[in-house]
């Protein structure tokens, strides 16, 4: 993320970090879409329904489902009842024939703009789309965040579609969505980066000790707080429990003082992602942040990384696309993330 901006979501069921990925940690920041759905009305059957999740009979009909979209419409998560985490009323399961066909959840929590955000996911069988299951399930949890509302000034429900799936941002356009913010993925090899730039006068790197964690995360939460488009800020115990590869990092001092960050952890097939980029207010606009990553990605070099990912979003005022293009970093993803008041809903 950029020296001012960062989204979270919801983290991915398989990790506990909070570094949008995503996190906020990058892939803990990873998000849910709801799968395509074929333009047209629907196919009515009475063999079609909605019901409650069913508990762990549930769960090999919806690994089915889930495995069946993975492969048609490629990596993302698809977060369900199976996973936990959530109330089984907060889960729906689409049926035809007797048949699991699809499934959806909706998560809450509130942002630290103090927004009340309700996102609402689901997926729906490639052999069954087209039918009205997707509107079906997103409806029922809509109607569903409508009885849950405190009456808080701002309460939004969230869907995420992103560009490669046109299908399920028509099925949120139609129902009234529109888009709040855009996560962007970028990536570049790491082999022919750049030797790193002088740090501007009077700032140095030293490596990083556990007795740094402290200072780091307070100028991470003082960057990224009231940054809005969907943060929430990591509590220290959740930051830490993410660390582990600072051999990675590029920590910035002046004094005692944190001016600027990049952290970098490994991933799996040589890959390395950067979820947090800071430049404490004080030191911006004198080119630390280019100087950060360019040690970042010297690191990673140095300890055998091939590819270096990071996320950002379209709208971040610190124009960080463009900075980490400049890096050498190119686009490989964008994620519109929608979003409608909760008020437009009735219970």
Known sequence: MGPGEQVRVIPEPSTADLRASATIGRRSWRHPEFARQSPGPPVASA????????????DEQIERVR???????????????DGGEVPAEACVVAEDAGEVVGFGRLDRWTEDDGTEMF????CVHPDRRGRGHGTAMLRRQEAYAASLGSGAPHQVLGGNADDDRPGARQLLLDNGYRVAFTLVDLSRPVADAAAPAALPAGLRTRPVLAEHQPLIHAAITECFTGSGDGFVSPDYDSYLAAVRDTDLWAVAWDGDEVAGLV???REDGGRADSPWVAVRPAYRRRGLASALLARSLAAMREHGVTVATIRTVAENPHRTVDLYQRAGYRIVRRMPRYRKPLASVSA
């Open 263 to 265: 952290t970098s952890e």
């Open 47 to 58: 063999r079609m329904g909605l019901r409650a999740y069913a508990g762990p009979d549930d």
């Open 67 to 81: 495995q069946a979209v993975l492969a048609v419409d490629g990596d993302g998560w698809l977060p369900g009842p």
């Open 119 to 122: 996102l609402v996911t689901g």
